[in-house]
């Protein structure tokens, strides 16, 4: 534990940040199991905010764990540790006026709630990307539930480690029933609702 440290507040705060560039600074949070479609969705939402003229930041698990977090396994503690820093980077890239998107499974509510109270109410949307197990287990894109169904990765979420649904998400994208691009359109439609990019 740190101790003998003192908060230093920037006179450069998010507010003065949001107001140059146009737009509101804020996490979109997506959970789901493996395969659901949360790097595909995150990519291509990103790319279309970029379009837009914004400058969207994706944060993604498997790319995390190859640096920051290459520490951390998943066992219930690290995938909570995972989690808690990755809401401390996006408070700071939301701090920084920034729009971030994460894509991790973050299976537990506790978890996901703690990075919720880290946030300003407006500042965290939670994206459930939806879809039923055995559709991510037909889709499969790296192997992964066949390795677990044999044995040789434990602890796999889905199979033998749990997902906890969002109870009240602020959006539900169901990738077994809508294509990526109305998946994107109803995450822009979300925010351009709350006023948080232009129309
Ligand atoms: N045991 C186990 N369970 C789940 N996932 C596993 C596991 N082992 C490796 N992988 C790969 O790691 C990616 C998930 O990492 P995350 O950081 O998103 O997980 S968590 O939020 O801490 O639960 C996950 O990526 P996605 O498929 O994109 O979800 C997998 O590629
Ligand atoms: N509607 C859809 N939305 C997102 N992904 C889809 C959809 N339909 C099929 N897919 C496929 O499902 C897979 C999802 O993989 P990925 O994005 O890596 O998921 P995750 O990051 O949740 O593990 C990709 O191969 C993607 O092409």
């Given at each position: 534990m740190s101790t003998n440290i003192t908060w230093h507040e920037a006179s450069l705060n998010k507010e003065l940040r949001r107001k140059q560039f146009g737009h509101h600074s804020f996490v979109l949070w997506f959970t789901g199991?493996?395969?659901?479609?949360k790097s595909t969705v995150a990519n291509a939402a990103a790319k279309a905010l970029f379009d837009q003229g914004l400058n969207p930041y994706v944060l993604d698990g498997d790319n995390i764990r190859h640096g920051l977090?290459?520490?951390?396994?998943?066992?219930e503690e690290d995938r909570t540790e995972n989690i808690r820093r990755i809401g401390e980077v996006s408070k700071l890239f939301v701090d920084s006026g920034q729009i971030v998107i994460t894509a991790f499974i973050s299976p537990f509510i506790k978890d996901r709630e703690l990075v919720r109270e880290l946030?300003?109410?407006?500042e965290f949307i939670e994206v459930y990307i939806k879809c039923p197990v055995d559709e991510c287990e037909k889709r499969d894109p790296k192997g992964l539930y066949e390795k677990a169904r044999k044995g040789?990765?434990?602890?796999?979420t889905g199979i033998d480690s749990p997902y906890e649904e969002p109870v009240n998400p602020e959006i539900v994208v169901e990738t077994n029933k809508y294509s990526i691009e109305e998946s994107v359109e109803q995450i822009l439609q979300h925010l351009k609702s709350k006023g948080y990019i232009k129309e």
């Open positions: 199991l493996s395969g659901s479609g977090n290459k520490d951390l396994g998943f066992s946030l300003e109410a407006d040789l990765i434990r602890d796999f």
